[in-house]
Each structure stands twice: as structure tokens, then as C-alpha cells.
């Protein structure tokens, strides 16, 4: 497998009023072509910022990509030029975002948005684009699509929305898809449906995906690697089996239990991770996860947050303490 | 969308008939008599308390009220509006032929407000915390602030008598002599839109400043799109819409305004027919006015609307 992207030691800040907030802090992941990769933690950790700051489309400022290098097909994504990171955006690395009901334009037909892609990057002529947008939409089952077409997002439920998304990052045959948590504002069936649909678009075309989520269970069934996030960082890196096996992070371990598992006992109650994120703004130079950790011991405290460590295999953790299993 | 036209045009309607009612007994209430004035303003001859009484009765003043505004309205709706109580022209002639006058300087006001108005808050919002922006945010303040009368007479003292650039007062028809119609309307034009521009660059602004931050322009830059289309495909048309809400209210300013504008340079449109016909209690005049400036109002606001319909889709006529 050919690698397409290889992202080292990526920092992204915001300046807010209350310091600097370090929302990325030395991320370094790689996707090879046609893998899926699934970006775990939780709310805050800087998953969606390390992905929005790959396409250098953070608000800047407050933002600021600060450091790292971010390879796609060979060329940094973080210095090339305005007019040729736009050549690639849409393109050769498209999005689907968070919150379908703000996500598409309210005042332009979904036509427009569609059309608008394909005669940019793929040079069509309006009629061809439309053409090819009414296919797109049938693909990701619109019903109706050669007349819905001229509809504005107001008048597609959620579900619906979040399908056109799909249908607009599959339309110039993109070599990486990045779904930042693409379910996250739809209902359970919904989500299963949607997740289901990407992943049969992605599959059919090859493409790789970064999978931004907060939910585990979806990354085990859809993604060949995973990597955890907490307060900014990569805490764990490996394959699903590996993860899933044997999990080596406490914070990872905190996520497994308290994922809900079809066949557990009856009344058995799901496993909390104690305590909130941490601010990112000044953190300790110790694990920032220490506070919430269950296994932790008196050396964390004099310790620096380490590095990551190799554990054989694609597994690799940044947490000294070997706890690997202990489900 | 056709019944609620209908239904707004029915309320509109209404609004006018309500402002005619409300003019015909503000004006009756004022201090002041016409038929007085009339008799005081001519020769110096003496009239007799018969004769005065029987000018009352000619002009219909003596009638109930009521009598005098159904009459009134029903000729009103057949397009008499009557003639003038001090001078006895037919004030619908009049009135034709100032409309073109005042709609000159106002309609270019208005055009001028908007699209300068639309272009310098734009500007100045994508343009965040340079120099433009803040010579754009310091200008508006001024001209929303700035008293447009006070802004007449500075501007006659500066560029008319002291540096004679243009002419102080007057009006001349563009059909007629265009160059001079340029000169003298410049000062006047700029001064009715000075507020239409102020405030719609005020709100275009941070229309535009909440806009650029919606997800869906983000949307739009990870598309590849770049900023000449976002700008004018994405983040114009949405934050054109509550810019294009409060034209009415910079309508109505425009409107009032041109009273006192026309006043400040003489200007013989409607607005200087209004003022001199109000201080001389010409009753019919000021309601033959109002009725026309109410039905522009009102009619305009509707036209505002159905534009609005048509920017924001999402806007339901039911």
C-alpha cells in the first residue's frame, strides 16, 4: 500500500483572552490509499481542528498553524500556495462536516452547490455538472433526485442533508475523504444508515477516509486503524484488532467500557471515564489525563508526559505504565 | 405568494386610509385658520364677517367633518384631489408635476445609498481591522449621527458661496439641461443619502462579518471555490437579506427626509410644497400630499418584501 498522506508533528493554537489555546499539539498520523482511519476522543480534544488545519481552512487568526508538515502525494499541504491548496481542496481531499443543517448554503439551491464543484475541478459545462450532480444524488439515494435537485436545503430533512454532503465529497472522485463526525447530529437509524452509505461510496472508489468520531463502536466497524486523541495529542495508535484486543491507554480502556455492548448482562451499568478534559490553555507538564486516571501512580506525578511508545506491531501508546488488557 | 400579495395589498390599503384620516384631523386641530390666512394674505382690503363666512361655506369648511373627508376620499379615489384652498390650483396637477423633481433626487438617494451603502460595509467586513474598515466604521458613524439640514447649510456655506463650486440652490430637469441638473442636484442627492448610505454600510458590515463565519462558507472553502466566487455567490445574497429588510426604514427616512432637504435648497418638489402648505393651512394640499407619500410608503414596503421572498428562500408566503 502506497502511502497519501503523512502528517508529522502538526500544532495548531488559538489566541483567545485567556491565553493560548494549544488545541493540537504535535499530532503525526499517515493514511495510506483506500484505508480508513478512525480519529477518536472526545469534545475539545482537537480532532476536528487537526483535520480543519490539514486544508488550512482554521479562522486565521485566532487560529495559527504553528508547526508540522503535512504530506499529501508527496507536496506539504501546510506551505503550498493559496491557488494550489485550492486545487486540491475539493478535489483530492474533500470533507463532510459535523451539522448538515448549517453546513449547506440556505440560499442556493442544492443544484448550485453540487454544480459548482464539478465545473471548477472537472471543467464540466453546466449541463453535464447537472447531470452528473442528479446521478451523484440518486447514488447516495435521494428519491426524486432529477427534481429535487433544484430544492434548497431547508426543504431536505437532516438525514437528507447529510446525504447531498456525501454526494458533493464523492463528486470529483477525491483521493481522501475526511468525515468529521459526519453522524454526530443525526438520530440512531440515521447515523446507521449514513455510516453504512459512506462507507459503501468509499469502498466503491477506492478513496481513503479519515473518520472523526466520538463513538468507538463506529470506528470498530468501519476503520482499519485508529487513533486516540486527549487534550490535543495521539495517546494511542494501532490497528482496530490491536486496540480492540488490547487496549493500552487508560483513556482508551475508559472509552471501551463505557461504549454499550448487545449481549452484556442486564442491568449491568456502563463504566464512566471520571472527571472532565482538561483546559487546554497552561497545561501541566505531567499526562494531562492524570487526574481522570484509574491506574495511575505516584511516578505519573513526577514524570513528563512522554512520548509514544512502541508496543510491536502498529501499536503504540504514550503512557509508560504496562496495563495493556486490563479490561 | 398571490393571496398574500392580496392580503397585503388590502392591509396597505388600510394603513393609507388610516394615515389620511389621522393628516385630515391633525391638520383641523392645528392652531390656525386657512380661510384667515386667505383673507389676510391678498390685498389690504377689508372683508366683512358675511363675506368670510360665505368663502367658508364655498370651500365646504362649514360641513361636519366626516361629510368633509368622505367627500373628500370619494374624489380622492377618482383622481381629484381637489384644489388649493389659498391659491386654487388643482393640486393633482401640482403635484404631477413636482412628483418627477422630488422622485429624481430621492430614487438616486436611494440607489446611491444602497449600492454604495451594500459595497462599503462589505468591503470594510472582509477587510476586518484595516485602515478601510475603520475610515468606513468612523464615516458611517458621522453620517448617521450628522443632521442632514445642518450638513445642507454647511455644505451651501462651503462648496457654494465660499469656494463657488456649485450652485446654492434650484432645480432643473436633466431632459433639460443636463449638466446643470448635475450641479445642482449633487449636494442635495448627497446629502438624502448620506444616512441611506451610513446605516446600510453599518448593517452590511456585520451582516457580512456573521456570514463569512457560517459553517457553510466554511463548506465552500474546503470545496476549492476561491474567494471572488465566495464572496459574491455565498456570502452576498445572505447577507444582503437583513439589508434589504431595512431599506424600508432608510425608504421612510429618504421620504422624510426630502422635506427637509428640499427646504434647505429650495428644490420645488413635493417636500417643499408640503412645508409651505402646512405653515399656510393649505388643507387639501398637505392631504393630497400625504396621501401620495403614504401610498409610496406603504406600496414600496410591499415591493421590499417581495424581494426579500425572493433572496431568502426559506421565507414562506402563507
Known sequence: MTMLLKVEDLKTEFKTERGIVKAVDGVSYDVNEGEIIGLVGESGCGKSVSQLSLLRLIPIPPGRIVDGRA????????????????????????MIFQEPM???????????????????HLKMDLKTAKERSIELLEKVGIPDAKRRIYDYPHQFSGGMRQRVMVAMAISCNPKLIIADEPTTALDATIQAQLLELINQMVQQSHTAMVLVTHNLGVVARYAQRINVMYAGRIVEA??????????????????????????AQAGKKLVPIQGLPPNLINLPPTC????????????CYREPWGELRHLGGRHYVRCHLDI???L | MTTYILRRIVQSFVVVIFVTVMVFLVMRLLPGDPVLMLVTSGELQEFTQEQIDALREELGLTNPLYIQYVDWLRKAVSGDLGKSLLHRYDIAEEIKRRLPVSLHLGAFSFIIGITVGSLLGAISALRRGKWVDMLVTVAANIGITAPPFWLGILLIYILGLYLGWLPIYGYTSPFVDFGKSM?????????????????TARLMRSSVIEVIQQDYIRTAWSKG???????????????LMPVVTMQGTVLRNIIG???????????????????????AHDYTVVQGIILILALAVVFSNLVIDIIYGWLDPRIQYE
Not at chain 1, 75 to 92: A, N, P, Q, T
Not at chain 1, 102 to 120: D, F, G, H, V
Not at chain 2, 183 to 198: E, G, T, V
Not at chain 2, 225 to 239: F, G
Request: glycine letters at 6%; a positive charge; proline letters at 6%.
Open chain 2, 257 to 279: 427626509g426630502s422635506v427637509v432637504i428640499e427646504t434647505v435648497f429650495f428644490v420645488p418638489g413635493m417636500g417643499l410644497l408640503l412645508t409651505n402648505s402646512i405653515l
Open chain 1, 238 to 263: 494501532g490497528t482496530v484488532d490491536e486496540i480492540w484486543e488490547q487496549p493500552a491507554h487508560p483513556y482508551t480502556i475508559g472509552l471501551l467500557q463505557s461504549v454499550p455492548k448487545l449481549g
Open chain 2, 225 to 239: 471555490l476561491n474567494e471572488k466566487i465566495i464572496v459574491i455567490r455565498h456570502v452576498l445574497k445572505n447577507a
Open chain 1, 288 to 299: 494531562p489525563f492524570l487526574p481522570r486516571c484509574r491506574y495511575k501512580s505516584r511516578e
Open chain 2, 183 to 199: 450641479l445642482q442636484s449633487i449636494m442635495p442627492i448627497f446629502c438624502m443619502s448620506l444616512f441611506p448610505i451610513a446605516s
Open chain 1, 324 to 326: 495493556r488488557g486490563e
Open chain 1, 71 to 94: 504530506f499529501f502525494e508527496g507536496e506539504d499541504l501546510l506551505c503550498m500556495k493559496d491557488e494550489k491548496i485550492r486545487s486540491v481542496r475539493g478535489r483530492k481531499i474533500a
Open chain 1, 102 to 120: 448549517t453546513s449547506l448554503n440556505p440560499a442556493l439551491t442544492i443544484c448550485r452547490q453540487m454544480t459548482e464543484m464539478l465545473e471548477l
